[in-house]
């Protein structure tokens, strides 16, 4: 670890700000642990980028949020939400008065929020810093955010030790990095905990009879995808689905499961190209709880998403990466995560190749997640001490 627990001072205030569904995810286990500390008083601001699936997270995890912007608008670029979260955490800090504002990983959320708390001359710690692909455009937004988030940040939450070295190489102090393991891992395992007390009448009941059925057969493949990225928006996503496509028609008897994302240059090429088939099933984006139980229950997930990297590996899942480069390489280098880019065909190989041959699925099933133990929002929070 580059940097030793220090001491910051008693009694802090501290202001944690999140605006996403994954964001959420991966603070809520930071929330919950700066609630219980005793050297702590914490609160909560949400911009609400995501509004619908951000307040299904907090109803999850019981989180309450001191702040809400509520900035979610029809349409909005990021312009918009750039300027509305500067202006809005603007009165938030003031009214606040935070000595510490934890920020989370690479959102226009996280990027706005910090640079507002800097501009305020708070001290900011980033949660899950370091990550780079070292490509400004892959992913974009995202890889600009945590970059310069990472130039302002006083406190670096790094998830990994490859995380830590980036930070290394950006000559950001040592004494301020922190390898804490990533609090998706915490996340995860809590829910994962819960999903295993339900009933099956509850699955049944969420995904219907047929459906249901058809998760819960060992003797049928469940592939799980996600896909929402923006940089794939265009003719990576028309790539996917044609892959999807395809190895719907090639494997009949596989079950391809696949959530869509709400927006519309995601639901346009998935609706026009895979409605119909008959082993496909496009359903509403998923509540944390059941999207973590569909992905204990899969065989294989196909993805473009960050946190999905780090997630199906705690669970044994191989993980096929739709981006050309990934900020998570710890997973390729632990064999758990392969990366495919949006090309059909070597979407198609991919999944056949893992899916195909004992010997490779049993590899990256079985290799250990280089992610965490499940106790770095505890890490996090014993740092502002």
Request: proline letters at 5%; aromatic letters at 6%; glycine letters at 6%.
């Amino acid at each position: 670890m580059a940097g030793s627990i220090t001491h910051l001072s008693r009694q802090k205030k501290l202001l944690s700000i999140f605006g996403t569904r994954p964001e959420a995810i991966k603070m809520a286990p930071v929330a919950i642990a700066a609630s219980a500390a005793d050297h702590l008083n914490a609160e909560i601001c949400i911009t609400a980028q995501h509004r619908e699936m951000l307040d299904q997270v907090m109803d999850i995890f019981s989180l309450k949020a001191n702040y809400d912007l509520n900035l979610m608008r029809p349409g909005q670029d990021l312009y918009d939400i750039t300027a509305r979260i500067l202006t809005g955490m603007r009165d938030v800090l003031k009214k606040a008065e935070p000595d510490v504002v934890l920020v989370h990983g690479d959102t226009t959320t996280c990027f706005a929020a910090a640079l507002a708390t800097f501009y305020e001359g708070i001290k900011i710690g980033h949660v899950e810093a370091g990550l780079r692909t070292g490509n400004m455009q892959a992913p974009f937004p995202e890889e600009a955010n945590r970059s310069l988030v990472g130039r302002i940040a006083n406190y670096h939450f790094a998830p990994t030790e490859t995380a830590q070295n980036n930070l290394l190489a950006e000559n950001v102090d040592p004494k301020a990095i922190f390898v804490t393991g990533n609090t998706v891992i915490d996340a995860l395992l809590m829910v994962r905990d819960r999903t295993d007390t339900m009933h099956p009448s509850e699955w049944q009941s969420l995904y219907g009879h047929e459906l249901h059925q058809q998760i819960i057969n060992k003797s049928i493949k469940l592939i799980l995808i996600t896909g929402h990225r923006r940089e794939n928006f265009g003719q990576g996503f028309l790539d996917l689905c044609a892959a999807i496509k395809q190895l719907s028609l090639a494997h009949p008897d596989w079950l391809l499961v696949y959530p869509v994302h709400l927006n519309p240059n995601v639901q346009k090429p998935v609706n026009e190209i895979l409605s119909g088939l008959a082993n496909v099933y496009l359903i509403a984006p998923q509540q944390y709880i059941p999207f973590v139980w569909l992905m204990n229950q899969s065989d294989l997930i196909l993805t473009d998403s960050g946190g999905i990297q780090e997630e199906g590996p705690s669970l044994g899942k191989p993980v096929l990466v739709m981006r050309e480069v990934t900020e998570r390489p710890e997973a390729i280098e632990a064999g758990t995560v392969r990366l495919v880019g949006t090309n059909t065909q070597d979407i198609v190989n991919g999944v056949e190749a893992i899916l195909g041959d004992k010997n490779i699925y049993d590899r990256m099933s079985k290799a250990i997640n280089p992610y965490g133990d499940g106790k770095a929002a505890q890490r996090i929070i014993e740092t502002l001490n």
